[in-house]
């Protein structure tokens, strides 16, 4: 599919409706743009993150920062 949307002079632009339909994206979504060398740019929608989980989750690590996990982990 090859949608087209003008930019305007605040760097704003909408995105397509068959882009948004596609993408399943609804008002309040977020959307990650990636950038390749070549500069090709890829969009895609994104789900928020959920830092709570993430810092119970950062308790249980602990155990795996002890020097003898880095010595045999380190040639991974």
Do not use: F, N
């Not at 949307?5 to 990636?34: F, N, S």
């Not at 789900?47 to 380190?74: I, N, S």
Request: glycine share 10%; aromatic share 6%.
């Amino acid at each position: 599919m090859i949608a087209i949307a003008k930019v305007t002079a605040k760097g704003q632009t909408t995105i397509p409706q068959d882009v948004r339909t596609a993408l399943k994206v609804t008002p309040g979504d977020l959307i990650a743009w990636e950038v390749g060398t070549d500069g090709k740019a890829t969009v895609r929608r994104v789900q928020p993150v959920d830092l709570e989980y993430l810092h119970a989750v950062e308790g249980t690590l602990g155990e795996w920062a002890g020097t003898a996990d880095e010595e045999a982990y380190r040639g991974l």
